[in-house]
C-alpha cells in the first residue's frame, strides 16, 4: 500500500528562518503531489500543487516546492517564514490507478515565534 | 465561490449512541469524500462517491459506518454505534470531476466528534 512520511513531526523556528519540511512516498509510478496547510482553527486549504511539468512548483504566500522523482521526495520550502505561516502542514500524495484518492502524511505542525 | 459545508461543527455522544454528518460540497463538484482525521494524524480517506455512486469505501469500516449521497450533491455519514476509537474529526471534500485527469480536492471545516 502507498505511504506518505513527514519526518518532522514539530518544528520550532523564529521569524524570517529558512524552512524546509520533509515529504517522501513510496509509489513508483506516476504521482500527483499536494501540500496543504491548516491554520488554527481553520480548515485545510491548498498550499500547492504537482501534476506534471516543471518539478519546481511555486503556491501561495510564498511557498515553494520541488519534487525529485529519484528520492521520492516532495519537500516544501520557505526562505523567511513569518509568525502568521504558524500551522499544520499535510503532504498527500495520488497515484494513477488509485482514481483521485489522497493518502496523506501525517503531518508537520510548524510554530514559528515572534 | 461558496466553500464545501458541514454540519454538525462539533458533537459529543457515547459510546454505543448512533451520530449523522451532514456535507453540502461546492457547487458543480461531481466528486465527493468523507476523510476521517484522527488528533496527531494525516486524514485518511473513508469513502468516495462520482455523483450518486461510490467509487471506494475499501477504508469504511461497514459494519458501523455508512454514507450516502442521494441526487449526487449532499452526503451524510452515519456512525452506528460509535465506539471509542471513532474519536475524530470528519472532514468532507469534493472535487470537480476531469475526465482522464488529476483533481483538486477542497476541504469543509470538518465535524470533530468526542465519544465517550
Known amino acids: 500500500a502507498q505511504s506518505v512520511s513527514q519526518h518532522n513531526h514539530h518544528v520550532i523556528l523564529s521569524e524570517a528562518a529558512s524552512l524546509e519540511l520533509g515529504c517522501n512516498y513510496s509509489y513508483g509510478g506516476t504521482v500527483n503531489l499536494f501540500w496543504y496547510v491548516q491554520y488554527p482553527g481553520q480548515h485545510l486549504q491548498l498550499l500547492l500543487k504537482?501534476?506534471?511539468?516543471?518539478?519546481l512548483v511555486k503556491g501561495i504566500k510564498g511557498f515553494e516546492a520541488e519534487f525529485i522523482k529519484s528520492k521520492f521526495s516532495f519537500n516544501l520550502r520557505k526562505p523567511s517564514v513569518q509568525w502568521s505561516d504558524t500551522a499544520e502542514y499535510f503532504c498527500a500524495v495520488n497515484h494513477t490507478g488509485a482514481g483521485n484518492m489522497l493518502t496523506f502524511g501525517g503531518g508537520t505542525r510548524l510554530m514559528v515565534k515572534p | 465561490e461558496a466553500g464545501v459545508a458541514q454540519s454538525p461543527r462539533y458533537k459529543i455522544i457515547e459510546k454505543r449512541q448512533s451520530v449523522a454528518f451532514w456535507c453540502n460540497p461546492i457547487?458543480?463538484?461531481?466528486?465527493l469524500y468523507w476523510y476521517q482525521q484522527i488528533l496527531g494524524q494525516g486524514p485518511k480517506l473513508l469513502i468516495q462517491?462520482?455523483?450518486?455512486?461510490?467509487?471506494?469505501d475499501s477504508q469504511l469500516p461497514k459494519d458501523r459506518f455508512s454514507a450516502e449521497r442521494l441526487k449526487g450533491v449532499d452526503s451524510t455519514l452515519k456512525i452506528q454505534p460509535a465506539k471509542l476509537e471513532d474519536s475524530a474529526v470528519y472532514l468532507c471534500?469534493?472535487?470537480?470531476?476531469?475526465?482522464?485527469?488529476?483533481?483538486?480536492?477542497?476541504f469543509g471545516p470538518g465535524t470533530r466528534l468526542t465519544v465517550l
Open positions: 457547487s458543480g463538484h461531481a466528486t
Open positions: 504537482y501534476f506534471s511539468g516543471d518539478p
Open positions: 462517491f462520482q455523483n450518486n455512486g461510490v467509487v471506494d
Open positions: 471534500a469534493s472535487s470537480p470531476f476531469r475526465a482522464g485527469g488529476p483533481d483538486t480536492q477542497y
